[in-house]
C-alpha cells in the first residue's frame, strides 16, 4: 500500500458492521477517509512513521451513529434557551431545576421546557400541576410543552401571551378554562399542535452570533452520545432559506461537528405547491457537501396529509382533498428528481398516500428517487409490500417509547405489539432506518432508540413488544449506521468501518453489546469522531476534545445542567441535597414540618408518593 495513514486507532473491541470483517482492533485514517482495518500488527503496518496513535484501552468501537429523522436545524436555534428534562427521572427533581434556572432567567426571558420527556420517566408518574409551576416560578415565565398534547403555562405566561377570560380558541387547539372561563395555564393540541407551535413562537429569540454559539452547543451534546450525522427533517416555523442563515455560516466556516443532509418542509397551508415549484427551481438536490447538503422535500408535503400523532385523541381523518394537494406536489417533485419523505403516523393515511404515489409513478416512474414514510406506527403489512414495490423505505422513530401508554390506553396491548412492525419492515425488504423525532417529542438520546428497539419497553417501564418482536443488538445498530445512508443517498459513503469510507466512529463509554440491557439507555461517547478529527473527548480521551466556547447567554441552562441528564448522577445528586433538607425538618416553600428521614431510600419513598414540595 503506498498511501500511509496519518491517525491510527489501535487495541479496541471495533464493530466493523461489515460482514466480510466482522470485528477488529485497528483502524487507519488518511485524511477524512478510512484507510485500513484490521489487527493492530497489520494496520500499524500501513502507519506513516510520524502517524498519531491512538490507544483505545480496549473500549468498543462503532461506526458514529445517525440520527435519519431528528429536528436538528430548529433545535440547535434555540438550545441554549431551553431547560431539558430528557433524562430526569424525578418530577421533583425537574420542578428543583425549573425553580433554579427561573431564578437566573432575566426578563423578558422565559424558561422553556421544550419536549424531550413524558410524564412516565417521572417516579410520580404524572406531570407538575399548574401550581406547582407557579410555585417554582411566580414571576417568570413558563412554558413547557409536553409531548405534541399539550403545553403548561404559568401565570407570567398566560399574561404575556395575552391569553384572557375573552380569547376564543384558536382554529389549531384549546385554550382550557376554569370555572369562571378564565384561562387555567393549560393549551391543549385539538385538534393538532398549532396552538403549541404558535405560542412558544411568542417567546424572545436569541441574537444571531448565540444562536451559531447554540448550534455548536447542540451538535457537541449530540457528538456526547455518539451522533455524527443526522437527516433534518425540517419543521414547523422553520422558514427556508430565513432560519439556514445560522447553520449556513457554520458550514462555511467548517465549524460544523455533524453530517447535515436536510429536507425542506413547507410552511404555508395551501401554499404548498408553490413552495416546492421555488425550491426546485432555485435548491439542486445534492448540493452541499460531504458536511451539509440538501436532500430533498419533506417531512411536511401537504398539510391536508398530516395525520397528527397525539394518542390522546382519536385518529384524525384526512380531508377530502389531501390527494389532490398530494398529488400536485409528488408531480413536481418527480419531475425534478427531488427524493421525499412523508409524515404519517396511520395507517389509513398511508393508504391513501400510496393510491397517489402509484398513480403519479404511472405516469412519471419514480425510476429510484429516494422516497419514504416517517413514523408509520400502524401501517399494515399490505401496505409495506405496496412501499416495496415502489422502492420506498421506512424511518421508524422512538416516539412509542414517549407515547406507548397512551397509545396502549386507546386501542389495547395486542394493536400496541406492532406500533411499529419493525420486524415486517425487515421481513419485506423495505430499507428501514432509525431516528428520535427529537427535540420537542421525543429525546434526542440515540441509547433510548436503541434500548427501545431492543427491550421493547417505554421509557416509563412498560413492555410494549414482546421479545420475539424485538431486534437483537447487531439489528438495532445497523438502522442507526449503515441503513441510514439510504435516506441520505450516501449508501457505502458511511455507516461502517471499512476502507474508503469516510472515517466517522465513536468510542463508547461501555460495550454496547455486552452491558446489561438496562445499561444501554445509559451509554455515551468518549470519543467521538467525524471525518478523522476527535470532535468529542471524556474520560481518558478528554485531552483529544477540541475547546468549545461557553454557552450563550450567561444564564442558559446548558452551563447548569446541560443536555440529557444522566440517570446516576442526577438522581444521586438531588437525593442527596433533598435528604439533607428533610434531615431540618422543614419544607422552605411551604413551611410544613416534615419528618425527619433517616436514609434516601426514604426519601425517594416520599418521592413516589408524590410529594415535590421539598424539590423547591
Known amino acids: 500500500m503506498d498511501q500511509k495513514a496519518s491517525l491510527v486507532f489501535i487495541n479496541g473491541k471495533i464493530s466493523t458492521m461489515n460482514p466480510k470483517q466482522q470485528d477488529a482492533t485497528a483502524v487507519a485514517v488518511l485524511g477524512d477517509k478510512i484507510l485500513s482495518v484490521g489487527s493492530d500488527k497489520d494496520v500499524m503496518k500501513n502507519a506513516a512513521a510520524d502517524a498519531k496513535v491512538v490507544d483505545l484501552q480496549g473500549r468498543r468501537l462503532i461506526p458514529g451513529?445517525?440520527?435519519?429523522?431528528?429536528?436538528?436545524?430548529?433545535?440547535?436555534?434555540?438550545?441554549?434557551?431551553?431547560?431539558?428534562?430528557?433524562?430526569?427521572?424525578?418530577?421533583?427533581?425537574?420542578?428543583?431545576?425549573?425553580?433554579?434556572?427561573?431564578?437566573?432567567?432575566?426578563?423578558?426571558?422565559?424558561?422553556?421546557?421544550?419536549?424531550?420527556?413524558?410524564?412516565?420517566?417521572?417516579?410520580?408518574?404524572?406531570l407538575p400541576t399548574i401550581q406547582e409551576i407557579n410555585?417554582?416560578?411566580?414571576?417568570?415565565?413558563?412554558?413547557?410543552?409536553?409531548?405534541?398534547?399539550?403545553?403548561?403555562?404559568?401565570?407570567?405566561?398566560?399574561?404575556?401571551?395575552?391569553?384572557?377570560?375573552?380569547?376564543?380558541n384558536p382554529p389549531g387547539g384549546e385554550i382550557q378554562r376554569d370555572a369562571n372561563g378564565n384561562p387555567t395555564g393549560i393549551l391543549i393540541a385539538k385538534p393538532n399542535a398549532l396552538i403549541l407551535y404558535s405560542t412558544l413562537a411568542k417567546g424572545p429569540k436569541l441574537p444571531v452570533e448565540y444562536q451559531k454559539n447554540s448550534t455548536q452547543h447542540f451538535m457537541r451534546e449530540l457528538n456526547r452520545l455518539g451522533v455524527?450525522?443526522?437527516?433534518?427533517?425540517?419543521?414547523?416555523?422553520?422558514?427556508?432559506?430565513?432560519?439556514?442563515?445560522?447553520?449556513?455560516?457554520?458550514?462555511?466556516?467548517?465549524?460544523?461537528?455533524?453530517?447535515i443532509a436536510y429536507n425542506l418542509f413547507t410552511q404555508k397551508p395551501k401554499g404548498e405547491l408553490a413552495d416546492f415549484k421555488n425550491w426546485t427551481e432555485t435548491v439542486k438536490f445534492g448540493?452541499?457537501?460531504?458536511?451539509?447538503?440538501?436532500?430533498?422535500?419533506?417531512?411536511?408535503?401537504?398539510?391536508?396529509?398530516?395525520?397528527f400523532e397525539d394518542f390522546r385523541e382519536p385518529r384524525p381523518d384526512m380531508p377530502e382533498n389531501m390527494e389532490e394537494d398530494l398529488e400536485a406536489v409528488v408531480r413536481v417533485l418527480v419531475e425534478k428528481r427531488w427524493p421525499f419523505r412523508m409524515h404519517a403516523t396511520y395507517n389509513e393515511t398511508i393508504e391513501r398516500a400510496l393510491n397517489v404515489f402509484e398513480k403519479v409513478n404511472r405516469d412519471m416512474p419514480f425510476n429510484g428517487i429516494h422516497w419514504f414514510f416517517d413514523h408509520a406506527e400502524t401501517i399494515s403489512e399490505k401496505n409495506i409490500e405496496r412501499v416495496k414495490a415502489l422502492n420506498g423505505g421506512i424511518a421508524v422513530q422512538h416516539r412509542m417509547a414517549y407515547q406507548g401508554e397512551y397509545f396502549v390506553n386507546r386501542y389495547g396491548k395486542e394493536?400496541?405489539?406492532?406500533?411499529?412492525?419493525?420486524?415486517?419492515?425487515?421481513?419485506?425488504?423495505?430499507?428501514?432506518?432509525?431516528?428520535?423525532?427529537?427535540?420537542?417529542?421525543?429525546?434526542?438520546?440515540?441509547?433510548?432508540?436503541?434500548?427501545?428497539?431492543?427491550?421493547?419497553?417505554?421509557?416509563?417501564?412498560?413492555?410494549?413488544?414482546?421479545?420475539?418482536?424485538?431486534?437483537?443488538?447487531?439489528?438495532?445498530?445497523?438502522?442507526?449506521?449503515?441503513?441510514?445512508?439510504?435516506?441520505?443517498?450516501?449508501?457505502?459513503?458511511?455507516?461502517?468501518?471499512?476502507?474508503?469510507?469516510?472515517?466517522?466512529?465513536?468510542?463508547?463509554?461501555?460495550?454496547?453489546?455486552?452491558?446489561?440491557?438496562?445499561?444501554?439507555?445509559?451509554?455515551?461517547?468518549?470519543?467521538?469522531?467525524?471525518g478523522g478529527n476527535v470532535v468529542y473527548g471524556?474520560?481518558?480521551?478528554?485531552?483529544?476534545?477540541?475547546?468549545?466556547?461557553?454557552?450563550?447567554?450567561?444564564?442558559?441552562?446548558?452551563?447548569?445542567?446541560?443536555?440529557?441528564?444522566?440517570?446516576?448522577?442526577?438522581?444521586?445528586?438531588?437525593?442527596?441535597?433533598?435528604?439533607?433538607?428533610?434531615?431540618?425538618?422543614?419544607?422552605?416553600?411551604?413551611?410544613?414540618?416534615?419528618k425527619v428521614r433517616s436514609s434516601l431510600e426514604e426519601v425517594a419513598l416520599d418521592w413516589s408518593m408524590g410529594c415535590s414540595c421539598w424539590a423547591f
Open 65 to 126: 451513529l445517525i440520527d435519519s429523522h431528528i429536528h436538528v436545524i430548529r433545535g440547535g436555534l434555540n438550545y441554549n434557551m431551553e431547560l431539558r428534562w430528557d433524562g430526569v427521572d424525578s418530577l421533583a427533581v425537574a420542578l428543583r431545576m425549573l425553580k433554579e434556572q427561573a431564578q437566573r432567567t432575566p426578563a423578558p426571558q422565559w424558561v422553556r421546557v421544550v419536549g424531550g420527556f413524558t410524564e412516565f420517566q417521572f417516579r410520580e408518574k404524572r
Open 135 to 168: 410555585e417554582a416560578s411566580p414571576d417568570t415565565p413558563v412554558f413547557i410543552l409536553h409531548l405534541y398534547d399539550r403545553a403548561l403555562l404559568n401565570a407570567a405566561a398566560v399574561r404575556v401571551c395575552g391569553f384572557t377570560k375573552d380569547s376564543p
Open 228 to 259: 455524527t450525522g443526522v437527516i433534518d427533517a425540517g419543521g414547523g416555523f422553520q422558514n427556508y432559506p430565513d432560519d439556514y442563515t445560522v447553520i449556513d455560516e457554520l458550514a462555511k466556516e467548517k465549524k460544523l461537528t455533524l453530517r
Open 287 to 307: 448540493q452541499g457537501d460531504d458536511f451539509y447538503k440538501h436532500n430533498g422535500a419533506g417531512e411536511m408535503l401537504v398539510y391536508s396529509a398530516a395525520d
Open 415 to 530: 394493536a400496541a405489539m406492532r406500533t411499529p412492525p419493525v420486524q415486517e419492515m425487515l421481513k419485506a425488504g423495505v430499507p428501514v432506518g432509525a431516528g428520535t423525532d427529537a427535540t420537542r417529542v421525543a429525546s434526542y438520546n440515540p441509547w433510548m432508540s436503541l434500548y427501545w428497539l431492543t427491550t421493547g419497553k417505554t421509557v416509563g417501564g412498560l413492555k410494549m413488544y414482546p421479545d420475539e418482536r424485538c431486534l437483537d443488538r447487531a439489528e438495532a445498530l445497523k438502522l442507526w449506521t449503515m441503513s441510514n445512508t439510504w435516506f441520505s443517498n450516501e449508501d457505502g459513503t458511511r455507516g461502517q468501518i471499512v476502507p474508503g469510507q469516510l472515517a466517522d466512529f465513536v468510542a463508547l463509554s461501555a460495550d454496547y453489546f455486552t452491558v446489561p440491557v438496562e445499561d444501554i439507555k445509559d451509554l455515551q461517547a468518549v470519543m467521538t469522531v467525524v
Open 538 to 594: 471524556a474520560e481518558e480521551f478528554k485531552s483529544l476534545s477540541p475547546e468549545i466556547p461557553a454557552a450563550m447567554p450567561d444564564w442558559s441552562p446548558v452551563r447548569t445542567y446541560g443536555g440529557y441528564q444522566e440517570r446516576s448522577s442526577a438522581s444521586k445528586h438531588a437525593l442527596a441535597s433533598i435528604h439533607n433538607a428533610f434531615s431540618h425538618g422543614c419544607c422552605g416553600v411551604h413551611a410544613q414540618t416534615k
